[in-house]
């Protein structure tokens, strides 16, 4: 994949922002100033931003497979750089979903009353080498126990990322590295330009950092303590959930269609990931997939808000059952 390519996975912050809000505005046909109304079609509006990520597969089976419009919805899907760019939006209800909402970010503005979420349904969970820690070929970082006080490039600072990775250094008992906010897109020629000494990376961006630059996989980011530890899901607001119960439920049962679809067939993944990311077929085939969660469940969630709560990401416990869907 080419650099061009790569950074046109995703657009800077700003223009994201711009281009969001000016599509929002074009959607048109709301009932209540909001994402969500009746479509000329008789159905129901849902407005989703989304990432150019494995973790959104499910919204794009659902899409192409029907799914949606079998429940009687007309999903229309805005892409995103970054799930925390479409936050203010959810919150002013200009986007009712988004899908592949890192949790992490999305619990920590519900804790500071930014934000009162609703968990739609499970995404994905963590499986292996669906993110990994890349170092540049010649690096000196041999090893995990060389990585603490290096330069390390996350998507988002205090986030499921650093989360995860710090996971696994406390496990072995190693201190941390310094993280550095760099895009997704922006990671590849951030580490050859030696801005970073490592990035922490998760897929398609994965394997197009590896192709481009020659990178070398330093660790397994969904290894030990967070194997299969919930990472992302389909996310709305209260209002949102109250205000359009049926189309909320109409959603999650198509995700969650999609989901299991996706759980059990990967070459379908496989085969959708090309239509909505700027990875070919055949990159597409080898990439690592997150675990596609079949069910939304208390439990699994409930690992991630424990460990946030022993990082210091969220100040008191929190029972995420209270926050999921009715």
Known sequence: MTSCHLRGIGYRTAAVTALLALSLTACGGDTDGGGSGASSGGRETVTVAALPLADGAALYLARDRGLFAKEGLDVRIQPVQQSIQ??????????????????????????????????????????????????????????????????????????VQSLTLDAILDQRGLGHPVYRQIAFPQMGPALQRHQVDAVHAAEPFDSAIRSQTGARVLADGGSGPVTSLPISGFVTTRQYAEKHPQAAAAFRRAVEAASRLAARDPAAVRAELPKYTKVTAEQAGSIGLPAYATTTDPAQLRRLTRLMTRHGLLTKPLDPATLLLK
């Open 86 to 159: 479409a936050l203010p939006a959810l919150a002013r209800g200009q986007v009712d979903v988004i899908a592949g909402a890192n949790y992490v970010t999305f619990l920590q503005a519900d804790e500071k009353g930014t934000l009162d979420l609703r968990i739609v349904s499970e995404g994905v969970r963590i499986a292996p080498h669906m993110m990994d820690v890349l170092v540049p070929k010649d690096s000196p970082v041999k090893t995990l126990a060389d990585l603490p006080g290096k330069k390390v490039a996350v998507n988002i600072l205090n986030n």
